[in-house]
C-alpha cells in the first residue's frame, strides 16, 4: 500500500481522540542512514535518523500532523505556538493545509533563517517577542488558557503521540531498538516522545544520550537558565517544559542528559557534512556528545547499535556556513582561468 502519512501508518499505535481528521504532509517514514566510515572509528554500528528530511526540513512534522489533525477536529480555527524557529515552520504548513490561521512567537533576531522564511511562506503570523523562547512560551500557554485558540506546543499531548512514530521506525527497519539513542535537547519533547514509543512499541529499550548545549543545559545544570545562549538557535532553551520527563526517560534507560559546547556542535556539523548528510548546528548535538562521551572513555560503543538522531536539515540555518567561510572565488568566464584556477 502507498504510505500515507504517519498517522494512517501506524493508527493502532497512536493514541487519538476519535473526531481527529488526519492532516498529512506525508511526513515520516525518513531513512536510517548508515554511517559504516564514521561508525569504525567508535567500533560501533552506527545510523543517523534524518529527520531533516520531514516536509518542512524537521522533526516536528511528526508531532504537527497529529496536534493539527485533532485541532481541526474539534473545531478550531486558529493554532498558536511558540518556537526557536521550527516549530513554526511545522505548524504554519499544516494549518495551511487544513486551513486553519496560524500564529507563532519566536525570540526577536534569535531564529534562523530558513525557519522564518518557512514560517512566512507557509502563511503564519509572525510575532517576535522582546525575550526568550521561555518568555514565548508562558505567553502562548496563557492565551489558549483564556481564548479558543489551540495551542501547538509540545505541551499538547497529541505532539507527542505523533513523535513516538521514529522510534516505530527505527525499530522496524532495525528489527529492534538500537543499544544507543543520542540526540539533542532543547525544549525535551522529543526525548519524551521517543522513550514512550520504544516503551510502547516493545522492541527492547536503547540507553539515552540527551544532549544539550552548554549555554542553554538546565538539565544537566540541574536549575533553570534565565538568559540561554548558544550558536544552536533551536535548543536555546532555559526551561524546558518537558524537563521532569527528559531526566526520566535518561535515568530510567540507563543513559543520561550531557552538555557540550558550541565548537563541539560545530565540529559534528562538520564530520556529518563530510559524510553527505548536513544538518542544522542543534541536529548535531547528538553526534557532538557521542563524540565527547567516547573521547573521555564514558561511552563503550564497540559491538553496538548507535542510532543519532539529525532532527533538522542544514538548510534550515544557511547563515551558519556562509558567514564562516570566505565567498566563493571569482574568475573570467574562459578555459585557461579554469585551469589555473583548479591547478589541473
Ligand atoms: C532541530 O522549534 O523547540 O527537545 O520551537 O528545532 O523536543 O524541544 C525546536 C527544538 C532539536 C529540540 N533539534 O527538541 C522549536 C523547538 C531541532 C529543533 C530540538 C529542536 P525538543
Same mark, same amino acid.
Given at each position: ?173 532495525? !528489527?529492534? @531498538? %538500537?543499544?544507543? =539513542?543520542?540526540? #539533542? /535537547?532543547?525544549?525535551?519533547?522529543? *526525548? ?22 552548554? !549555554?542553554? @543545559? %538546565?538539565?544537566? =545544570?540541574?536549575? #533553570? /537558565?534565565?538568559?540561554?545562549?548558544? *550558536? ?22 540507563? !543513559? ?14 562538520? *564530520? ?73
Amino acid at each position: 500500500m502507498t504510505y500515507q502519512g504517519l498517522i494512517q501508518h501506524y493508527r493502532q499505535y497512536l493514541d487519538l481522540p476519535a473526531h481527529t481528521q488526519a492532516i498529512s504532509l506525508l511526513e515520516g517514514n525518513t531513512p536510517l542512514i548508515p554511517m559504516p566510515r564514521l561508525g569504525r572509528e567508535f567500533g560501533c554500528e552506527l545510523f543517523v535518523k534524518f529527520e531533516g528530511l520531514n516536509p518542512t526540513g524537521s522533526f516536528k512534522d511528526r508531532g504537527m500532523t497529529t496536534a493539527i489533525s485533532e485541532a481541526v477536529g474539534r473545531g478550531a480555527q486558529t493554532v498558536i505556538c511558540a518556537s526557536t524557529g521550527n516549530t513554526a515552520a511545522s505548524a504554519a504548513a499544516y494549518a495551511a493545509r487544513a486551513g486553519l490561521r496560524s500564529i507563532v512567537l519566536i525570540p526577536e533576531g534569535k531564529v534562523a533563517v530558513g525557519k522564518l522564511a518557512g514560517a512566512i511562506a507557509y502563511g503564519a503570523e509572525v510575532i517576535q517577542i522582546q525575550g526568550s523562547f521561555d518568555d514565548a512560551l508562558s505567553l502562548v500557554v496563557e492565551i489558549t488558557q483564556k481564548t479558543p485558540i489551540a495551542l501547538v506546543n509540545s505541551i499538547n499531548p497529541y505532539r507527542i503521540e505523533g513523535q513516538k512514530t521514529s522510534a516505530f521506525e527505527i525499530c522496524d527497519v532495525l !528489527g529492534s @531498538a %538500537p543499544d544507543w =539513542l543520542c540526540l #539533542p /535537547v532543547g525544549n525535551a519533547g522529543n *526525548i519524551t516522545s521517543y522513550w514512550a514509543g520504544f516503551k510502547q512499541y516493545q522492541k527492547g529499550l536503547p540507553q539515552v544520550l540527551g544532549v544539550q548545549a552548554a !549555554g542553554a @543545559a %538546565p538539565l544537566v =545544570l540541574g536549575h #533553570p /537558565v534565565e538568559k540561554p545562549e548558544t *550558536i544552536a538557535t533551536a535548543i536555546r532553551i532555559g526551561k524546558p517544559a518537558r524537563g521532569e520527563q527528559a531526566l526520566e526517560a535518561a535515568q530510567q534507560s540507563g !543513559g543520561r542528559i550531557i552538555a557540550v559546547s558550541d565548537a563541539e556542535i560545530l565540529s559534528a556539523q562538520k *564530520i556529518l557534512a563530510s559524510e553527505g548528510v548536513w544538518v542544522e548546528p542543534a541536529s548535531a548535538a547528538g553526534l557532538a556528545g557521542l563524540i565527547a562521551e567516547s573521547s573521555v572513555g564514558k561511552f563503550e560503543a564497540k559491538g553496538k547499535k548507535v542510532v543519532v538522531v539529525c532532527t533538522g536539515h542544514g538548510m534550515k540555518d544557511p547563515s551558519i556556513i556562509t558567514e564562516s567561510f570566505t565567498a566563493p572565488k571569482v574568475i573570467p568566464a574562459e578555459y585557461q582561468a579554469l585551469v589555473e584556477m583548479v591547478d589541473a
